[in-house]
Structure formats: structure tokens, C-alpha cells
């Protein structure tokens, strides 16, 4: 992604177990560690998808050397998160963290958040691969988090209905309802259906394979430059 | 229907309360009683769209007058429906009664039959308007039951998933799936969604209002020329 | 609708040929023109959804007598909307005059028009009535204009892309394209669809009926309570 | 594919490439000709995806040998089937060659020709990464002409319809419309809308990758044992 853009620079790759072949013919330096790669190339941004583990040592490395951060690695908690803000405002810093980088994905989040305000009738399907094993989704969950908090606190459908199949009308989260679906052959898809009178709004996700994480790093690199402080969530670099 | 179709004629109509007024400026006769009618414009076809009281003993009206028909009015019980069947059969009349006359209802039921055979993982999402009281629909359930007799029975899904959020995944009918999606500004929708490697196969049917039925109508007047005997439901005038 | 809220009073109608009689059983007075009833029920806000003929006296006749006024009929020149505009703001009156009164199509446009700044590459598909003369559908157009101002300009498409069929690829309109399907029993729909790395964003509109502009007056008429002027377009009120 | 069926047996496989090295753990063994690998294995069915410029002569091996053949490999012209069909049912051998393999799509392809007997209206909207050469699709094309064979032909649509940008209504073929959309973060998609008073059905495949094959590979494989002489089409061993 970095390579393919002409505004972006690779400077280099981190790896801990690195071991330098002369098969490799990489384009890039390559270091096994992040003070290292840090002091040789001094680059503006890092990008972290490492794991839990290493992540908030990371975070702490790059600021205090000086460079913007770019995080999808999950598992760092609310405290830790404020405690990099804080040491990111101190030295100056800008950096964004966020679970999800699918623009996409952020952007149905956003419209479904908008669009709860003026239609307070919705519900949410997602569809996954068969092998998942949370129903509903974090995504869905995170999606009807959002509209709850914007919406008109109604309790939808028929105060009379009555299921013949339990479970029928899917999961209730805050008076409205969320459905999980899950089918080999799907990858990761959510759709939310907005109705009112003589019409529906739907905002639908597909998300099929890994890369779909990358415009929104790439956006990220770019918007951070002139941020100071840390960001939780992709969806506050979209206007 | 029968007026814009230029295979068919309208031969008349039956309103037990009909009152003739010189305000009415109808292009074909009205009568009071089936009889009446099939006296006078020997008909041969009776399309009876009326009520569960009166459709058995209009049914046997039209077979010992020598007049086919087709029956949408619900309520007829299997046995008075295989008493119909012998008394056709005994005056050589043809018959068609079916409790849904959508012809796209009735493909995708059909078509979800077909490919169950091939494809075994599948569930169904229903949308309907909110004020609906039953879940799941009629037509979901039904499509259920033809999809439950053609396919190798599993349990669909991992086996260890885990609702955080009880009834996301949908009401289980032998092994799969049905969701009831219910707003405002739906009619009538559903979608049956088979997934195997690689692929997911949709089936989906939407209906907008009454005039739907229209062409089922008009193809069971025309194929029930050549039948012998009652004929109980749309698919099997289908090939 | 006006009813059915019980923020709002009806109070009244103008229907110019209006002829009481005691047939009759209003809930409501009705009047013959619009000062008539101004002046008998002092009105916080008239709606108006007449014809072209009368829309610009009728906006005069209120905003010179003090009444917020909501227009949902089209003719209107751009003069005679800054003109009233002008006058509006000379008695502190406010008012709303738009198009399309569907919240969800208004939304639909402004999610398109937002999602184009971070996804370049998007298609349209129009989904009508098979009756429908133009094509593409107005909203279409207006869609697309939306998108254009704010997408960065490309030309979409493998540059070698062949049309075995000439038109398979849709209508161009600034490097992007258009799809007008024409069906019976659809109403009116319209699917706005961006493409990136891995993944689609999809904003669809079902419209199936006239009431569906219902909300959107109501919402219409609650905010310009507080506004003065004219407002063009119902996406200005929407956050 | 063949691994995971405990109904199949993988007897081995050919690479003329073959280069038989003590890193490899295969579970199978390996021939570096078709001849050897029969010669040994004497397997009941062999499966081709290979290229254009041997299968005619693998089908033929495989016929003289007494083994069934499963083809997927394009290239061979209607008069090489027609001779693999003569020669097959001399030795009592039956094979199947198909262009697609992908069940669901083979099942689209049916159903939109079984429907198109009933319902004349319809539109096939196509739906593929933004890098494919040809517009329609090569599936899109088949599923049309399977449409105009079954479907009474008439020219859809406002008779008085006027495009305000060409292409719009999308490429005609028979009177009926191909709509093709290319966007990144697509594959392999297609819809099939047929529209009729009040109501659409829709047929709808979703292909994410080259895995979609193996279903029908699989029911292939077990259908062919009892056939003799050449079938050309996975929808011809599907009920």
C-alpha cells in the first residue's frame, strides 16, 4: 500500500525475529528493532499491527522519539489509551488508534449513527462465514451502540407480535432488533435497514478480504500529520 | 385483469348485495347468485376470491354446472379439498385452489426447493411491515418446510457460537435459520440465502401489494383447460 | 400526518373550489383561499403542495402576513426563490422549499456526497417503474452531481474495457456510471455503490408510495420554527 | 476437495513438471504422465483443469482407458466434443465438460430460464472487479441467452423512453436490458431481476473466489459414475 502511493515513503519494516538471507531481495531496510528502525531512518509515521503484548510499549517508544503513530492493533484499555494522549500532547505528538480501519465499515457506523436521528425505526442484519463464533458481530454491536445513542428510544414492531419460532425476531438491544447470519461462502457483511412510512434506507457493508483495512491506513498517515494528541476511531478523521 | 387480456374474456360478475344503480356504468353483466351467472353466461372459468363460508359451496356449484375454477379464498380443509378432487374428477372438470397466487412467491419457494438439493447451508430473512403479528411469516415457514425435505439435515454453524445477545441468531427450524425483519415502509419481501464454498446464492421475492396475484390468476385460467381434477397450489401449474 | 403528531394542530385546509356540504364530517375548517384562512386561524406554518401556477403568490401572500411556509411544489425559478429568500428575511419569516421531501432519499444523497470523498470509485443504479420516460431518474442525476463536486475525478474502469454490448456499461457522467433498470412492480429505487480495496459501501433507497414524504414535511415543519429566510433543499436541515 | 469427502478416494496426481524432492510430504502420489498415473492407480474418474492446448488429448487418454473424465479447462471446439462424445459412448465411459463449475451460478443460470417462462420482464445487472476486459460478462451473456430462448419476446420498457445520458438503459439484447458495474472490492457478482404487476423476483450469485468451483467438481465427479458418453454442462446433472 505505502509502496503503490506516490505521496508515501517506505522507510522501513520492523520484524524481532528477523534474520537477514540473501535470498530476501527486499526494496526496504529491515530492522528487529523499533529503536532502531526509528533512530537509522527518523520516519514521520509508524504503522502498528502487532499484538497486544508489544503494542503500548510501542506507543510509548515512537512518542517519546518523536514519531506520529498509526495503531490497529487491539487490547490496549481505556487508561492506557488516555495515559499516550497525555504523553502525546506532552511531546507534541499525533497519533490514531482504531479497531476497525475499513473506511467503509466506519462510514455505515457514521451514516447509521446520522440517520437514527431522523428515522427512529431500524434494525440491523450482519452476515458472516460460518465459522464465527460470536453472534452478533462486534461491528453490529458497535453499529447499535451508536444508534442508540442518537435515536427516538422506541420499542418496535407490534406490541401484540408473537414469535412461532423462538427467536424469530432476532436479538433486542435497546427496543430494536439485530440478526445473525452465518453461511460458508460470506465473509464479513453488515446491512442496516432504516423504515418509515412508504419507504426504507439502507446502508450495507461487504467487506471481503484483509485488504479492505487499507485505504483507511493510508487516509490515517496522511490526516495525522497535523494532529496533536491521540484519536480513538477512524470515523473522527472523517469529516 | 381479465378486461387487459385480450385471450380472455370477463363474463360477468357476482355480488350476493349487488343493487343496480344507474350511476354504475360497468362494462360486463352482475349477478346476485353464482348460479345466475353460470346460467346465463356459461362461463369456463370461475375465479373465487371470497370468503371461507361460502367457498365450498360455490366449488361444488361451479363442478356440477360444468365450470372450472380457481379458488384463492382460504379455509378449505384437506378433506373437503379431496371431496372437491373426486367430485371434479367424476365430471371431468378441472380446478386449481392455491393459497398464494404470487407467481415470484411461488418461484422462489420452488427455486429454494430446487437448490437446497445441491447446497445444504442456507437461512431466510423475511422483511415485513411492522405492524404484522405473526413471525415467522407464512410463506417463510412454508419455504422452510420445503427446504427441510429436500436437504441433507445439519446443524449449520460452529458449534461452540455463543448469542452475547439472545435470539441474534434467528428461530431454528431443523437445523437452519429464519430471521423477521419488521418496519415500517416494508410490504412483504423475503430472501433465502444459500452459502457453500466461495458463494452464496440469493432467492428473493418482493411484493409490493395485492395486484401481485394478478398473474397467477391469469396463468392458472389459461392452464386449467387442460386439467382434470383439483390441483392444490400454484407450483404444480409451474413445470 | 398533521393529525396523527400530537406536537401539531391541524388548522385548516384551502382547497380554492371548495363546496361545504353536509355530507361532509371534517375535523377541520376548510377555506377557499389562503388570506381567508390566514386570517381566521393565525397559522404558525403553511404547507404547500399545489401547482406551479400558484406556489410563488401563495409564498408571497404568507410570508407578508407572517407565516412560515413549507413548499413541496416545483416551478419555482432560482430568481423567484432568492426573491422570496429576500422578502422572508425583510418580515424575519422563515422557510423551506425542496424538491423531495423523502427523508431517506435526502439522506441517501447527503451519505453518497460524503462517502465520495473518501471512496473514488462509485456507480449508480436507478431501479423505476417500467412506465417512467427518462432516464436516468432525476434523483439520479442529482445524486450524481452531489458525488462529482466532491469525488476526485477519475475515470473509472479498466482503460481497455470493451462493450460487447453497446451501453452494458451504463451512462457516463464525469468518469462514472449510471444503470436505469425498468420494471414493473418496481416503484422507485435507487442503490448508490462505492468500491475500494476489499470491500463496497451500498446506500439504497425503496421508495413504494407518496406517503413517504410525510416525515419529512413534519420534520420540516418543527425546524423552521427557527429559522429566517428560505432554505433550499431538506438536506440543510438534516445535522 | 477430494481429501475432505470420505465418499472419495484422491488416487494421485500428474504434473509433467514433477520433480519429486524429499521436502515433499504429500499424502498422494505423483506421475509426471496421465498414462502412468491410470496404469498404476487405475482410478474410476480423473478431473482436468489443465490447458487448452492438451486436454484433447487427456480426454482422449482417459476414454481409451476406461476412466471417466471430469473437464474444466476451456478451449475444446463443438466438433472435439462432439468427437469425445462419439468415442465415450463407444467405450462406455461417461464425462462431463463444463465452463463453470460454480454451482450457485449453474443453479442462477436455471432458475432465471425457468422463470423467464412466466414472467416476461427482466433485467440481468452484472457486477465485477473494476480490471475485467468485457462488458457484458461472459455468464451474463449465457444467462440472457437462456432468458431470450424461454421468455416471449417483447421489447420492455416506456415505448417513449429517452436516455438524457447514453448508456443509461444499459446494453439491449432482445429486447431486454444488461446492466455491467466494475468497481474495485467486487469479484464476481450477478442479479437476475424479473418484475411483473406489484412484485420482483430476484436471482442473485455472489462468487469471492476461485473455491466456488469445487462443489460442483465434487457432485460431478459422483454423478458421472453412472452416464455414458459426453455431457456438456454442469446444469444437465442437476435435476
Known amino acids: ?56 510499549q510501542n506507543a510509548e517508544i515512537a512518542i517519546r522519539m518523536g514519531v506520529r503513530l498509526i495503531i490497529g492493533t487491539t487490547g490496549l484499555t481505556q487508561e492506557e489509551i488516555a495515559h499516550l494522549d497525555r504523553l502525546a500532547k506532552e511531546y ?17 457506523m457514521k451514516f447509521a449513527s446520522m440517520a437514527s436521528k431522523y428515522i427512529s425505526h431500524v434494525e440491523i442484519i450482519e452476515l458472516h462465514h460460518d465459522q464465527k463464533l460470536d453472534a452478533p458481530s462486534g461491528t453490529a454491536i458497535k453499529t447499535a451502540e451508536l444508534i442508540a445513542q442518537e435515536r427516538k428510544e422506541i420499542k418496535q414492531g407490534n406490541t401484540d407480535e408473537k414469535e412461532s ?13 439485530i440478526h445473525s447470519v452465518r453461511l460458508p461462502g460470506l465473509v464479513a457483511h453488515q446491512e ?11 446502508i450495507r457493508h461487504d467487506s471481503i478480504n484483509r485488504e ?23 470515523e473522527h478523521i472523517l469529516d
Open 192 to 202: 442496516v435497514i432504516f423504515g418509515d412510512q412508504g419507504q426504507t434506507l439502507t
Open 165 to 177: 419460532i423462538e427467536g424469530a425476531r432476532g436479538g433486542e438491544f435497546h427496543g430494536f432488533r
Open 212 to 234: 479492505s483495512f487499507m485505504p483507511g491506513v493510508n487516509l490515517a498517515i496522511k490526516k495525522i500529520q497535523s494532529i496533536s494528541g491521540i484519536i480513538y476511531g477512524l
Open 1 to 56: 500500500m505505502v509502496q503503490n502511493d506516490q505521496e508515501l515513503d517506505l522507510a522501513g519494516g520492523v520484524v524481532p525475529s528477523y534474520f537477514s538471507d540473501t535470498k530476501d531481495q527486499l526494496s526496504f531496510p529491515m530492522y528487529k528493532t523499533l529503536e532502531e528502525a526509528i533512530i537509522e531512518q527518523k520516519p514521520d509515521v509508524i504503522v502498528d499491527f502487532t499484538i497486544p503484548e508489544v503494542v503500548k
Open 92 to 108: 507534541n505528538i499525533g497519533g490514531l488508534i482504531a479497531p476497525n480501519f475499513a473506511i467503509g465499515a466506519v462510514l455505515m
